[in-house]
């Protein structure tokens, strides 16, 4: 069974940097790409990045390129995305998902980042 759990979000002011983390375990990680996806209030998902395994090519929504950096950890089994320069508009639920540019993965519970001055 797939399971991902999301963690690292908060409360956090605009220009400021939050790192989220996502544990994953169910499946074969080293093999699997992954990507984050996330949920603004009253919208619909959104696909912010993707990680391909095993080569480790990264690709960015246009709205996070250069300010969000997707990475993994293959020992730990875990996934990183690395958020700075925060603005209001990345307020959402951020939640990690399987596959590669889809918000159609598995995901996990998720985890709040709110930008806010």
């Known amino acids: 069974e797939v399971q991902l759990v999301e963690s690292g979000g908060g409360l956090v002011q605009p220009g400021g940097s939050l790192r989220l983390s996502c544990a994953a375990s169910?499946?074969?990680?080293?093999?699997?790409?992954n990507s984050w996806v996330r949920q603004a209030p009253g919208k619909g998902l959104e696909w912010v990045a993707s990680?391909?395994?095993?080569?480790?090519?990264?690709t960015y929504a246009s709205r996070v390129q250069g300010r969000f950096t997707i990475s993994r950890d293959s020992a730990k089994t875990t996934l990183y995305l690395q958020m700075n320069n925060l603005q209001p508009e990345d307020t959402a639920v951020y939640y990690c998902?399987?596959?590669?540019?889809?918000?159609?993965?598995?995901r996990g519970q998720g985890t709040q980042v709110t930008v806010s001055s």
């Open positions: 169910g499946f074969n990680f080293t093999t699997n790409s």
């Open positions: 998902t399987t596959g590669w540019v889809t918000i159609y993965g598995s």
């Open positions: 990680i391909y395994n095993p080569d480790g090519s990264t």
